[in-house]
């Protein structure tokens, strides 16, 4: 069992930036594949980014070239950099380890971006 836990959410005004943070249990990290996802109100849920193993990035278009995916093996941790922040950005944002062909999720961080 993979334990995920997100932060780094909040309110921004449009324009803004933010960061979130994902830290996800074990000692086999650096295999892990790692996604954030994100669920608009009344609405499905989305991919926004995701990075391999091997460091390899693919962002969904609405955010390509406004968000980054990074990871630190040491520290268990993959990171979010939100820039040049839209109100369509609004919505809870999901961390995904994926491990042995099974996701693991954390519990979500909202992120408001007002107008």
């Known amino acids: 069992q993979v334990q995920v836990v997100e932060s780094g959410g909040g309110l921004v005004q449009a324009g803004g930036s933010l960061r979130l943070s994902c830290v996800a249990s074990?000692?086999?990290?650096?295999?892990?594949?790692m996604g954030w996802y994100r669920q608009a109100p009344g609405k499905q849920r989305e991919l926004v980014a995701v990075i391999t193993p091997g460091g390899t990035t693919n962002y969904d278009d609405s955010v390509n070239g406004r968000f980054s995916i990074s990871r630190d093996n040491a520290k268990n941790t993959v990171y979010l950099q939100m820039n040049s922040l839209k109100p369509d950005d609004t919505a809870v944002y999901y961390c995904?380890?994926?491990?042995?062909?099974?996701?693991?999720w954390g519990q979500g961080t909202q992120v408001t971006v007002s107008y």
């Open positions: 074990g000692n086999m990290f650096s295999i892990y594949g």
């Open positions: 995904s380890a994926n491990y042995r062909a099974n996701n693991y």
